[in-house]
């Protein structure tokens, strides 16, 4: 009885080749120096052609995260409250005044706003 045999491949769980960053970088070396084809120099290992197209592309994305700056951390600071105006904290009562105009405009100031700016800008409304 002749004919073809069938031996079948038995495959266990994780029996998969992990290769450490050591090994991949000698064989990509070794893809980049020698004028074999990354196809032999992939199968003289045991390997695809795209397990080392992905190996390269990592290890350029390495090198471009590495060459990139180091962003600072974010520093949280507060302003100091601004010298000579009451803060709500020191007793100043909350409130604000509103005029508006006939054409639609309004003019709002807060309590402790300068009255000589809110005089000119009143004045600036009404002269259009």
């Known amino acids: 009885m002749s004919g073809p045999t069938i031996s079948p491949h038995i495959v266990a769980a994780g029996t998969r080749r992990s290769w450490t960053r050591e090994e991949k970088r000698a064989i990509l070396a070794e893809a980049e120096s020698t004028t074999a084809s990354i196809s032999s120099v992939a199968r003289g290992h045991g390997l695809t052609r795209s397990l080392l197209f992905r190996w390269r592309r990592e290890a350029w994305d390495e090198e471009r995260a590495a060459a990139l700056p180091v962003q600072p951390p974010f ?54």
């Open 75 to 128: 520093v949280p600071f507060a302003l100091p409250a601004p010298v000579g105006l009451p803060t709500r904290e020191q007793g100043a009562p909350g409130g604000a005044i509103e005029v508006e105009l006939a054409d639609g405009h309004r003019l709002r100031a807060e309590t402790g706003a300068d009255p000589a700016l809110v005089r000119d800008l009143l004045a600036a409304l009404l002269d259009r």
